[in-house]
C-alpha cells in the first residue's frame, strides 16, 4: 500500500528536517481492498459430533506493510541539486537503517481527525527511483509489528493516601488484552505494600518496602527494579505485574503513596491516510 502524509517521524528521521516531500506517488494500480492486519486466525475444538465450536484462542497472523515516497521538495528543476546525492542518500540510509528490528513510526497528516497515531515498525525495503542517471525518488517500505497503532505516551500522577481509591481510565481499542504499562511507586511509610485494580481485583504485592524507596514495574517486559539496593527483590514480588482495562480502572493501595502511571493506548486503525 502506498501512503501520503505531511510528516513522518521514524527514529531520528523527520522527514521536515529535510528537503523533502511524499510524494503522491501512485504504483499505477488501485487496490480495492487493504490488508490491515486484523483478520484473526481463530483456534477452535468440537465435542463429538456437536455442530457448535468452542472457542480456545484468537490471534493475528498478518503484519500491514505500507511504502511512503519522498522527493525534493522541487524535483523537476533543471538544477543538479534538486535530485539525491550520494550524501544524501547515506544520510537517509544511515538514519532509516541504521537500527535493527522495531522502532517507533508516527505518520502525520492533516487530513487525519487524530494525529497521533503510533506505529511499531521495521524498514524491510529501500527503493531509488531513477530520471535518467539522476536518483529523483526515494521509496520507503515499512512493515509493522501488527494491525494495531498506539496513542501518545500518557503519563499521569498521582499522591493518595491508604485505603483510598483513585481511577485511571484507559480508552485501548483492544476489548480482549490488558494495557500492560509501567509504574513508578513510592511509598511514604515502610512495610508491605499492596496495590489492587478493584475493577478486577487484580492485587500487586510488594514487601519490605522502605519509606520514600521507590519502585520501578515494567508490565510489558516484566522488569522489577528499586531505587535502594535489593538483591532478592523477586522473592517479595507476588508477580502479579500491573495491567489496566479497557474503560475504567479503580486502584487502592493500602499506603500513602506518590504513583506515576506510563501507558499507550492500542488504536485498531489500519492505515486511514
Given at each position: ?101 522495531y522502532s517507533w513510526l508516527k505518520i502525520i497528516s492533516e487530513q487525519s481527525n487524530e494525529t ?158
Amino acid at each position: 500500500m502506498v501512503i501520503t502524509c505531511d510528516d513522518l517521524i521514524f527514529n531520528d528521521f523527520r522527514m521536515s528536517d529535510f528537503d523533502l516531500v511524499c510524494s503522491n506517488g501512485s504504483d499505477g494500480l488501485i487496490d480495492d481492498t487493504e490488508d490491515m492486519g486484523l483478520t484473526p486466525t481463530i483456534t477452535k475444538v468440537f465435542t463429538g459430533e456437536s455442530p457448535r465450536s468452542k472457542f480456545i484462542s484468537q490471534k493475528y497472523d498478518n503484519n500491514p506493510q505500507i511504502t511512503v515516497k519522498l522527493m525534493k521538495m522541487s524535483c523537476g528543476s533543471i538544477f543538479d541539486d534538486n535530485y539525491f546525492t550520494e550524501n544524501d542518500l547515506r544520510m537517509l540510509n544511515r538514519l532509516l537503517t541504521g537500527k535493527p528490528g522495531y522502532s517507533w513510526l508516527k505518520i502525520i497528516s492533516e487530513q487525519s481527525n487524530e494525529t497521533e497515531y503510533y506505529y511499531r515498525a521495521k524498514v524491510i525495503a529501500i527503493e531509488y527511483e531513477r530520471l535518467g542517471r539522476q536518483i529523483v525518488g526515494y521509496n520507503i517500505t515499512f512493515e509493522t509489528d501488527g494491525g494495531q497503532a498506539y496513542s501518545e505516551e500518557q503519563t499521569v500522577k498521582y499522591t493518595v493516601n491508604a485505603n483510598t481509591y483513585f481511577y485511571l481510565y484507559c480508552n485501548s481499542d483492544d476489548l480482549h488484552n490488558y494495557t500492560l504499562p509501567v509504574i513508578k511507586i513510592t511509598p511514604t511509610s515502610a512495610g508491605s505494600m499492596s496495590l489492587v485494580n478493584v475493577t478486577d481485583s487484580w492485587d500487586t504485592v510488594v514487601n519490605n518496602m522502605n519509606a520514600n524507596e521507590t519502585l520501578t514495574i515494567d508490565s510489558q517486559n516484566e522488569l522489577i527494579s528499586s531505587s535502594r539496593s535489593r538483591t532478592y527483590i523477586l522473592n517479595d514480588f507476588n508477580l502479579h505485574w500491573p495491567r489496566l482495562l479497557s474503560g475504567k480502572n479503580t486502584f487502592m493501595c493500602n499506603r500513602k503513596i506518590n504513583i506515576e502511571i506510563t501507558f499507550r493506548a492500542q488504536r485498531k486503525v489500519g492505515f486511514v491516510l
